[in-house]
């Protein structure tokens, strides 16, 4: 079945490691995105990757890295420098025509610095 | 600035009632709006808009834009426990998408 496959689904971090959040779809989707969700709050853009090699910041990116060596994945890591890491981290892809036909998301990560 | 208001923010009502979520927005580029259900993990996709005044329908949802006053609304009738989730409208502008904070619905038996 195709589908995005986010792990782990629990992470636990001590202040000042950098922790990566892994990312990986079969449905051949060109874009690629990490969002994160805080409690009352939506849904907030810190990167996306259109193709292959290429990544653009969202909203919310300092204290985030990403890299897209393959199509399949989208790896996030939260490096020391994010002040709140705490949260849950949901991947998402799309086709090109994102817009249209929307996303189609991950179970998410839930993170929790300790 | 692009934004997405959710209203209520959290709503209690019992099984059967028929409840009402809001949506507004004020994006540049406006594509399309599109609202989802998240219960435990993963968003799962409702309904995607584009065209004001025609609703859609999945069963006891349904869905209305209007592009004039720039909102919509969800309607959920008979509700069911299983209806109980956070509600997330995303209104689509250029290559991304304008997330709401959610309407967090919980129906009690």
């Known amino acids: 079945d195709g589908g995005i496959t986010q792990s782990p689904k629990y992470l636990f971090r001590k202040e000042g490691q950098n922790v990566t959040l892994s990312c990986e779809q079969n449905?051949?989707?060109?874009?690629m995105y990490w969002y994160r969700q805080d409690p009352g709050q939506g849904l907030r853009l810190i990167y996306y990757?259109?193709?292959?090699?290429?990544?653009q910041k969202g909203d919310i990116a300092e204290g985030y890295s990403v890299s897209r060596e393959k199509k399949e994945s989208f790896p996030l890591t939260v490096t020391s420098a994010q002040k709140n890491p705490t949260a849950f981290y949901l991947c998402?892809?799309?086709?090109?025509?994102?817009?249209?036909?929307?996303?189609?998301f991950g179970s998410g990560t839930r993170l929790t610095v300790v | 600035e692009d934004k997405v208001v959710q209203s209520p923010l959290s709503l209690v009502v019992h099984e059967g009632d028929t409840v009402t979520l809001n949506c507004s927005y004020e994006?540049?580029?406006?594509?399309?709006l599109l609202w989802y259900k998240q219960e435990k993990k993963a968003p799962t996709f409702l309904f995607m808009l584009?065209?004001?005044?025609i609703e859609k329908k999945s069963g006891r949802l349904s869905s209305i834009l209007d592009k004039k006053e720039l909102f919509s609304i969800l309607n959920i009738t008979a509700t069911q426990t299983g209806d109980s989730a956070v509600y997330l409208c995303?209104?689509?502008?250029?290559?991304?998408?304008?997330f709401g904070p959610g309407t967090r619905l919980s129906v009690l038996p």
């Open positions: 990757s259109q193709i292959v090699n290429d990544f």
């Open positions: 995303a209104v689509a502008h250029g290559q991304n998408f304008v």
């Open positions: 449905l051949n989707h060109d874009a």
């Open positions: 998402a892809s799309s086709t090109d025509h994102s817009t249209v036909y929307g996303y189609t």
């Open positions: 994006v540049t580029n406006f594509r399309s």
């Open positions: 584009t065209s004001s005044g």
